[in-house]
């Protein structure tokens, strides 16, 4: 099985840019659907990204959609998530995981399509 880890959160103004990282590790971590997921204080975890093996296809969450870009290398085994102009609602931490499922599955699925996940990364958007 896939294990990914996180890196890349940290502290940012509002308007401003991040871009995370997702490391995988294992011979197969290139045939997974990847997904980005983010969970607020007090709120569930929510679906912000995800992008299919091999690049090729993306889906977004409608919050995010124009502001924010999933990518892969797969060469490196690393998924990126690109954020810019982000707001004080995007602050949560944020997760990477995989999925062994196509990506119509996967993102259909949400949180249970996926079954391997990171230890997260904290965002914080300050206004």
């Known amino acids: 099985q896939v294990q990914v880890e996180e890196s890349g959160g940290g502290l940012v103004q509002a308007g401003g840019s991040l871009r995370l990282s997702c490391a995988g590790s294992?011979?197969?971590?290139?045939?997974?659907?990847m997904g980005w997921f983010r969970q607020a204080p007090g709120k569930e975890r929510e679906f912000v990204a995800t992008?299919?093996?091999?690049?090729?296809?993306?889906y977004y969450a409608d919050s995010v959609k124009g502001r924010f870009t999933i990518s892969r290398d797969n060469a490196k085994n690393t998924v990126y998530l690109q954020m810019n102009s982000l707001k004080p609602e995007d602050t949560a931490v944020y997760y990477c995981a995989a999925s062994r499922f196509e990506i119509t599955t996967a993102q259909a699925m949400g949180v249970r399509g996926f079954g391997s996940w990171g230890q997260g990364t904290q965002v914080t958007v300050s206004s």
């Open positions: 294992g011979r197969t971590s290139s045939s997974y659907t």
């Open positions: 992008i299919n093996w091999s690049g090729g296809s993306t």
